[in-house]
């Protein structure tokens, strides 16, 4: 359809991938290199910006697989949510899936007994193949980022900072996909088109507190208007990462005047007379 073209132009153009021309810049040409969804591959160049390549490599793969998490039989629902308790990290679920990747590498490290990997996934509930494939996609972006000799920054996850630059990185590539919590319930209003949605139950904070503003990799109407892959964020952190030509653009909202209030806030005082001197 003409209306998704358009879109799928203007998302582009919002990531820097196209000049003013409508070619690829050069910056998209270095994106299209990844077989990813643009803005995958836009977050996945600026972690290495922020140095934390090796933990958004391994969310990349994870998104791009089959949901790691299987439909637990009837009567092992909560069985199943106290073994995926195991995994939550209190920053969102791209970390819960950063966890849950190690994990499986941890415990299926031994390749003369691939019963073990089989056995490890079902006592998780986790899926094997979605998580081998995960395992081959990571290696494959791996292999893209040597030949472009992109550099590969040692895996720090965990740490207070690392945690910060996975979500400047994750930001950088969807802040098309922010919103907000805007009644304390988990209805989530997006920003970009005022959609309402909810968290999906796959989500790590279906079970604990609700953050008020988030981050998620995909909207999915077909499943209850949910969003799926689920990260808390900051306003003062989009305010600093979005590009000031996207959010002109957002529809009028009352997250929109409360991010411009803390946009307005972090820009620099006006300069006096003898500074401008």
Known sequence: A?????QALEDLD?????????????????????P????????????????????????????????????????????????????????GDHFTLINVFNAFKAATANPTDPGNNEKWCRDYFL???ALSMAEMIRAELVEIMKRIE????????????????????LLSGYFMHVARDVDGSGNYLML????????????????????????????????GNSIRVVSEISPHLFAELVPQYYFSNLPP??????????INHLAPAPATKEEQK
Not at 2 to 6: F, K, N
Not at 150 to 169: C, Q, V, Y
């Open 2 to 6: 003409p209306e998704s073209l358009m």
């Open 14 to 34: 919002y990531l820097a991938a196209l000049d003013n021309d409508g070619n690829l810049s050069e910056f998209g040409i270095i994106m299209s290199e990844f």
């Open 36 to 91: 990813l969804d643009p803005q995958l591959s836009k977050s996945l160049l600026a972690s290495c910006e922020f140095e934390c390549v090796d933990e958004m490599l391994t969310i990349a793969a994870m998104v791009t697989a089959p949901s790691c998490f299987l439909q637990a039989p009837p009567g092992t629902e909560e069985i199943a949510l106290t073994r995926w308790h195991r995994f939550c990290h209190p920053a």
């Open 127 to 129: 899926s094997c193949s």
């Open 150 to 169: 992109l550099p590969i920054s040692e895996p720090d996850f965990g740490s207070e900072e690392n945690l910060l630059s996975i979500k400047k990185a």
């Open 192 to 223: 970009t088109h005022k959609q309402v949605a909810q968290l999906h139950p796959s989500s790590s904070y279906y079970t604990r507190r609700i953050p008020e503003w988030v981050l998620f990799h995909e909207f999915s109407i077909s499943e």
């Open 253 to 262: 909202s009352e997250s929109k005047d409360i991010l411009q209030e803390v």
